[in-house]
């Protein structure tokens, strides 16, 4: 009971005045909240280009569509996805394109999150498909129609919570900011090929930070929101470094799966040499599946033949059927999401 109120201390003092104190400390459930990232306000005085963000519409089949073991609680992943991208577009300050700015729809294809843990860590695997459409806001004219893919982990040491709930959340905002701002990330340099400067999380203090922090507010996460090869080519080499803290090794290999994309070069190394840790792992598996390319879908066709871990198997069994993570933007029609 001690350690249960400790944490709880902390907990509240870490992240107040950061995120709703939306927990389940205590209770039964496993529903978790998904909260999207508080950020750091635009005090750029550059001149930013508009983008309408319209909340995010619901998926056709609800029940086939939304997977949480557990449940979520409400508003749902709709809406905090909606709430997360928007807070990022605001902090990115994204500029260039056409003047008159876009305005983007999207749809709900898929949310999941996934939870597995050993005999040491718990994991946290989200999934997120958004079938969307932008057009110029000055003659409504479609410019891109498209899916934007999000995928990201986060890992934790089971012995510093009290209970498989806490972990469970603290897991999900961790991988919930990373996902929402990697999703409005590539909508703003990929998709509208816009240039902005990357965006930083709000935390109480530092305790906060080493809590909640996910992989991009890492040394490395300015380089991966950045989605630039030079920028992620500063953490190639840790990356490769079996020396260092898996965490950083991660982030750096996000980094690195964020640059990548079919029409980019590889740089990652020849032969990826997979790591031992699960957790960096993970984003190897990322970084091959954006970049997409019949050699990196066959690299990761031979590892799907050796994982053992059950998350990472699933996750490379899901690359698949959308030939991997790349962005490609479908010639516009007249259908209308």
């Known amino acids: 009971m001690r350690t249960r109120a400790w944490f709880s201390s902390f907990f509240h003092s870490a992240v107040a005045g950061a995120l709703p104190l939306i927990w389940m400390i205590g209770c039964g459930s496993s529903a978790v909240a998904l909260h999207p990232p508080m950020l750091t306000p635009n005090a750029t005085r550059e001149a930013t280009t508009p983008i309408e963000f319209a909340a995010i519409g619901a998926p056709t089949d609800p029940d086939a569509a939304i997977v949480v073991a557990g449940g979520v609680q ?17 902090a990115r300050a994204f500029h260039g394109g056409e003047s008159g700015g876009y305005a983007v ?16 860590d718990g994991y946290a695997v989200i999934y997120t498909d958004l079938g969307c459409e932008a057009k110029r806001k000055g003659d409504a004219a479609t410019v891109w129609r498209g899916e934007l893919r999000g995928r990201t982990a986060a890992v934790g040491s089971r012995q510093f919570f009290p209970d498989a709930g806490v972990m469970d ?11 929402t701002r990697e999703l409005a990330s590539d909508l703003g340099l990929r998709v509208l090929e816009l240039e902005g400067r990357p965006s930083a999380r709000l935390f109480a203090d530092q305790d906060a930070q080493q809590l909640l922090g996910g992989a991009d507010d890492t ?9 630039d090869a ?21 982030a750096a290999w996000n980094a690195i799966a964020m640059a990548s994309g079919p029409e980019r070069p590889w740089i990652g190394g020849i ?13 190897q598996y990322k970084a091959l599946a954006r970049h997409a390319t019949p050699a990196t879908m066959r ?39």
């Open 299 to 337: 690299e990761l066709k031979t590892a799907r033949g050796k994982e053992e871990h059950s998350l990472l198997l699933e996750f490379l069994h899901d690359l698949e059927p959308t030939g991997g993570l790349g962005i490609t933007g479908r010639t516009p029609s007249t259908t209308s999401l």
């Open 219 to 227: 040394p490395a996460g300015a380089a991966a929101l950045a989605e």
């Open 105 to 120: 729809r999207c749809r709900l294809d898929r949310f999941a999150l996934r939870r597995d843990s050993d005999k040491d």
């Open 230 to 250: 030079d920028a992620a080519g500063k953490f190639v080499e840790a990356a490769h470094r079996n020396d260092l803290d898996a965490n950083a090794r991660a």
């Open 271 to 283: 032969d990826t040499q997979l790591a031992d840790n699960t957790f960096v792992r993970f984003f």
């Open 74 to 90: 409400p508003p749902g992943p709709a809406a905090a996805l909606t709430d997360g991208i928007r807070r990022e577009i605001e």
């Open 169 to 179: 959340q603290v897991l999900a905002d961790r991988a919930m900011s990373d996902v």
